[in-house]
C-alpha cells in the first residue's frame, strides 16, 4: 500500500500558500492601502507557520514566525506599506521556498533579510500609524480602561486532532502574546472503553494578563473558528484574582460561538490531489481503450451477430464517456500559469528602471496540464522581450507622448477548438529597418530583396538572430525567439508577430486544447489514409470540374464570394495512385487563415489517439503525429498549422510572378 509522504504534503500545501502570498504581495505593490491583502498576506504566513511546525520544518516555522511577528505590524498599521517593504518581503519569500525546498542548507541567509524586515518595520509609519492603530484596536475589542488581560474558553471540534491540529501550538501563540495561566477541563473526557484516541475532549480556560486586542486572541484561532467553541471576556483590576479560572462568571462582555460554530465540522472538501504521473498512465491507458474500441467496432461492423454490435456499441459509449471525464480532469485554468509571470514582470521592471504594469485576462481559460507545463518557458522569453526590448524608459515614453507607465497584457481565448494567448505591449514596437539590416548582416537576404514588413518579422525566430546593441543579463545573444518557435510548433501551435512602430507588438500563440486525444476526420488521398483534427474543419465541398485537371495555375476557389487558396494533397505527398473522378476539397482554419484540402475521398470521423513521430520523422513539418485505426493500421495526422502557412507562401509566391509578369 502506497503511503503518502507527509513531507511532500507539506511541500504541496507550502507551495500553495508561498503562491498566494506572493500574489498578496504584488498587489500590495500597486495598491498600499488595500487592508484585505495585507490580511491575505498575514493569513498565508500563520498558517505556513503553523504547518511546518507541525510537519518538522522547524527552520520554516521559525523564520516564518520573525516574518509574520513583522508583518503583523503592518496588519496592525504599526508601519506603513511601502515598496521597499514589498521587496523585501518578497525576498523572504522566496527564502522560505529554499527552505522549503532544501532544508538545513539555507538557514543562515534568512538573517539578512529578516534585519532588513525588522529596521523597515520598526521605522514606524510615521505619527499617522500609531493613531491608525489605536483607532483599529478600538474597533476590534480592546480591553477597557482598568482591564487587566482576557479570560478565554475554548473546546475544539471532536476531529480536530485527526485534522492535523496541534492545541499544543494553540496554546504557545496564546503565551506568546503575554503571560498566561492554563487549565484543561475533562468534564467531557469519556470513559475509557469509549474513548476515541484520534478525538479531542478537553478543553481549556486560559486566563491571559496582556494588553493586547481581541483580534490578536481570535487571529490565534483564525481557522477553526467555523466549527469550535471559543468565549473571550475581559477580566478588569475589579475582578476578584483569586477566582478560579475554571469557573467564568458570565459577562455581557462574553462572545460566545453562534450554534453554527457548534456545529460539526464542514465535510471535508471534494478535491483530491493526484499525483500527474498518475493522470498520465490513466490517458495512457485511455488511449490503448480508445484504440481496441476502434478495432472492436470495425470486427462487429462486419459482422452478423446482433449480440456484438449491441456490445461494441455499448463499449463505444463508454469507452467516449471515460475519455472525456479523463480529458476533462486533465484540464487545468491557465491562470495558475500566468500568476507566476507578475513576479517575473515586477523583478524585471525594477532591474532595468522601466515602469510596467502587468494586466492579465482570460485566466478562467482551460488547457491540458501538459501544455500549461510546456508553455511556462516559452511565454517567460516573450514577456522578457516586451519588457525589455519592446518598452522604453519613461523619459523616453514621456517624449513620445506616452504614459510613463507602459503596460504589458497576456490574455488567453477560446477560439474554436483552439487556444489563442497573446501577450502584448504599448511599446516601441519592432524596428522593421533594423532587423533587415541584422539579416543582410547575417546573410540571409539579399539587399535587393523585396519583403514586406510581416516576412522581415519572422527572421527573429532565425536561429542566433538578435538585434540587441549590447549583451546584458536579460538579453542580446540571441538565443530566445527560436526556442519559443520550436516549443510552441512542438505543441502543434503556432506563433504569430505583429507590430506597428510607435505603439507596440503582439505575440499570438495558438495552441490546439489537448495532445492526447481528439476528434479526427479520416482521409483518402491516393492509397494513403490521413487524419484531419475536426477541430480544424470548417467545411466539406467537391472540388468544381474546371480545377480537376489543375490547368488554370491560380490554385484558388470562390467559396461563397471569398477566395480561398487550396493545396492538393496528391501532388503535395507525391502519390503516383490515379485521383478519383470526383474529388473532395476540406476546407480548415487556423487563427483567421483558412485553406482548402484537395483529397480523394472523404471516410468520416474517428477518434484519433495521437501518437508522436519518431526522432527520425519528427524534422516533417506537414505532419503533427500518428494514429493506429481500428484495423491496425497506422494514419498519419496532418498539421493543419503548417499547411496554412505553406498556402499563404504559395500564395505570396503565385502574386510576386504575376507582378513580376506586369512589370
Known amino acids: 500500500m502506497n503511503r503518502s509522504d507527509p513531507a511532500d504534503t507539506f511541500r504541496q500545501e507550502a507551495r500553495d500558500l508561498l503562491e498566494a502570498l506572493e500574489q498578496a504581495l504584488l498587489d500590495l505593490s500597486q495598491n498600499h492601502g488595500d487592508r484585505d491583502l495585507v490580511d491575505s498576506a498575514f493569513r498565508a504566513l500563520h498558517t505556513l507557520k503553523g504547518s511546518g511546525s507541525m510537519f518538522g520544518f522547524d527552520e520554516v516555522a521559525e523564520f516564518v514566525h520573525e516574518f509574520e511577528t513583522a508583518f503583523d505590524r503592518v496588519r496592525k498599521g504599526l508601519a506603513p506599506i511601502s515598496e521597499e517593504l514589498v521587496r523585501i518581503a518578497l525576498n523572504a519569500k522566496d527564502h522560505v521556498q529554499l527552505l522549503v525546498a532544501e532544508p538545513g542548507e539555507h538557514a543562515a541567509a534568512g538573517t539578512p533579510i529578516l534585519i532588513a524586515l525588522r529596521a523597515l518595520v520598526a521605522d514606524g509609519g510615521g505619527e499617522s500609524a500609531p493613531s491608525m492603530a ?19 474558553r475554548f473546546q475544539l471540534p471532536a476531529d480536530a486532532i485527526a485534522m492535523g491540529t496541534n492545541p499544543m501550538l494553540l496554546l504557545d501563540e496564546l503565551r506568546e502574546l503575554g503571560p498566561c495561566d492554563i487549565v484543561a477541563l475533562d468534564d467531557n473526557v469519556p470513559p475509557l472503553d469509549g474513548l476515541d484516541p484520534l478525538g479531542c475532549h478537553l478543553a481549556w480556560d486560559v486566563t491571559l494578563r496582556a494588553d493586547v486586542s481581541k483580534d490578536a486572541i481570535e487571529d490565534v484561532f483564525l481557522f477553526l473558528r467555523d466549527a469550535m467553541e471559543l ?4 477580566i478588569t483590576s475589579a475582578d476578584n484574582p483569586a477566582a478560579s479560572p475554571s469557573e467564568p462568571a458570565p459577562g455581557a462582555g462574553a462572545v460566545e460561538a453562534s450554534s453554527s460554530a457548534r456545529a460539526p465540522a464542514a465535510k471535508a472538501s471534494a478535491s483530491l490531489r493526484v499525483a500527474a504521473e498518475r493522470l498520465d498512465e490513466l490517458m495512457d491507458c485511455v ?4 484504440i481496441a474500441q476502434a478495432r ?39 491562470g495558475s500559469l500566468f500568476g507566476r509571470f507578475r513576479r517575473l514582470v515586477h523583478d524585471l521592471a525594477s532591474d532595468l528602471g522601466k515602469q510596467v504594469e502587468f494586466v492579465t485576462s482570460g485566466e478562467e481559460t482551460e488547457l491540458d496540464k501538459t501544455m500549461v507545463e510546456r508553455l511556462a518557458d516559452p511565454l517567460v522569453h516573450i514577456i522578457r522581450n516586451a519588457v525589455d526590448h519592446g518598452m522604453e524608459l519613461p523619459d523616453a515614453r514621456r517624449a513620445g507622448g506616452k504614459s510613463e ?14 487556444v489563442a494567448i497573446s501577450v502584448s505591449d504599448d511599446g516601441a514596437g519592432l524596428n522593421a529597418a533594423r532587423i533587415r539590416a541584422k539579416a543582410e548582416e547575417a546573410g540571409l537576404i539579399a539587399p535587393d530583396a523585396k519583403l514586406s514588413d510581416h516576412e522581415l518579422f519572422q527572421y527573429i525566430f532565425h536561429p542566433g538572430f538578435s538585434t540587441a546593441q549590447e549583451i546584458t543579463s536579460v538579453s542580446g545573444r540571441g538565443v530566445g525567439m527560436d526556442v519559443v518557435k520550436r516549443a510552441i510548433e512542438g505543441l502543434r501551435g503556432s506563433i504569430e508577430l505583429t507590430s506597428k512602430a510607435g505603439e507596440g507588438t503582439k505575440a499570438t500563440l495558438r495552441l490546439p486544447l489537448t495532445l492526447a486525444i481528439v476528434e479526427g476526420m479520416l482521409v483518402r488521398v491516393g492509397d494513403g489514409r490521413y487524419a484531419i483534427p475536426l477541430s480544424a474543419v470548417e467545411e466539406c465541398l467537391e472540388l468544381p470540374a474546371s480545377e480537376v485537371s489543375g490547368g488554370s495555375g491560380r490554385n484558388f476557389l470562390d467559396v461563397r464570394g471569398t477566395l480561398v487558396p487550396y493545396l492538393r494533397l496528391r501532388d503535395l505527398f507525391g502519390t503516383d495512385a490515379p485521383p478519383d473522378l470526383h474529388q473532395k476539397v476540406v476546407i480548415v482554419g487556423s487563427g483567421d487563415q483558412r485553406v482548402g484540402l484537395v483529397v480523394d475521398q472523404i471516410i468520416g470521423n474517428a477518434q484519433t489517439v495521437i501518437k508522436s513521430l519518431s526522432r527520425l520523422h519528427a524534422g516533417i513539418g ?14 498519419l495526422i496532418l498539421d493543419v498549422a503548417q499547411l496554412v502557412s505553406s498556402a499563404e507562401q504559395q500564395q505570396r509566391r503565385a502574386a510576386g510572378r504575376h507582378l513580376g509578369i506586369a512589370a
Open 134 to 152: 489605536v483607532a483599529e484596536q478600538s474597533e476590534s475589542g480592546a480591553p477597557a480602561s482598568g482591564a487587566t488581560g482576557w479570560h478565554v
Open 231 to 234: 468565549s473571550i471576556e475581559p
Open 287 to 290: 488511449g490503448e481503450l480508445v
Open 296 to 334: 472492436l467496432s470495425q470486427i462487429a461492423s462486419g459482422s452478423q451477430d446482433v449480440g456484438l454490435t449491441a456490445v461494441a456499441e455499448e463499449i463505444e459509449r463508454l469507452a467516449a464517456t471515460l475519455r472525456d471525464t479523463t480529458m476533462s480532469v486533465r484540464m487545468v485554468p491557465i
Open 405 to 418: 507607465c507602459g503596460t504589458v497584457r497576456l490574455t488567453a481565448v477560446h477560439s474554436g477548438a483552439e
Open 622 to 635: 506537414t505532419f503533427s503525429g500518428a494514429t493506429i485505426l481500428g484495423d491496425g493500421e497506422v494514419a
